[in-house]
């Protein structure tokens, strides 16, 4: 005689498994979002004491061992799509970035300089927007390209190309912010342009006007 062997749960143990459930979909559709990767910092403290109470719960209560590995199961599937999400996204955008840089590349090697544009390549704004993001940015100065684009799982950070490395370097907000900001402590308030005269002490500008 054949035996069925079936799982019984009770009403709170179902309740707890559809609460998980409602909520990772909810984390999913909200930190696998474009440039909302981040939000996976936010979520490691709380969803670690999490864990380490489901193992408490898991091996200590039998009773309610099978509802808290369901839980689990729900969350460890949840953050696989996130990163699934977050990984295709990138390799995309990644590809999309890499053929404007072959163009680049192609270009310097006819004409022997960067292209003021990318839309001496035949690119549009739009299109690139759509492939890359909207914050992306190209220059030419000094005969030397700079290209760059938004990582696809953060907000500020970005991938800039080094045409002499001939390789992607990631750069992360605070050492843009190094860059950007050379001064040091203390120093942030505006100083006077030293190539601009100043008027000796006691002598009156000229106050005529030229018509």
Same mark, same amino acid.
Do not use: E, K, P
């Given at each position: 005689m054949n035996e069925q062997v079936r799982f019984f749960l009770s009403r709170e143990s179902k309740r707890k498994i559809y609460s998980a459930i409602i909520i990772a979909v909810l984390a999913v559709l909200t930190v696998g979002q474009a440039h909302a990767g981040f939000l996976v910092l936010v $979520?490691? $403290?709380p969803i670690?004491?999490?864990? &380490?109470?489901? &193992? %408490?719960i898991i091996v200590r209560r039998p009773y309610a061992r099978l509802s808290q590995v369901i839980c689990v199961a729900v969350w460890l599937v949840a953050f696989l799509l996130v990163f699934a999400a977050h990984l295709l996204r990138h390799e995309v955008v990644r590809s999309d970035a890499n053929q404007v840089v072959r163009e680049i590349r192609r270009h310097m090697a006819d004409y022997g300089r960067c292209p003021h544009q990318l839309s001496v390549l035949g690119y549009k704004q739009q299109d690139l927007t759509d !492939? $890359?993001?909207e914050n992306f940015g190209y220059s030419c100065e000094n005969r030397k390209p700079k290209f760059f684009y938004i990582a696809t799982f953060t907000i500020f950070d970005t991938f800039e190309y080094d045409f002499e490395?001939?390789?992607? !370097? %990631?750069v992360s907000w605070a050492e843009k912010k190094k860059f950007l900001d050379t001064r040091p402590p203390g120093s942030a308030t505006e100083s006077a342009d030293p190539s601009i005269a100043t008027p000796a002490s006691g002598s009156r500008s000229d106050s005529r006007r030229t018509p």
């Open positions: $979520l490691a $403290l670690s004491v999490w864990l &380490a109470w489901s &193992a %408490y !492939r $890359l993001g490395q001939s390789n992607w !370097r %990631y």
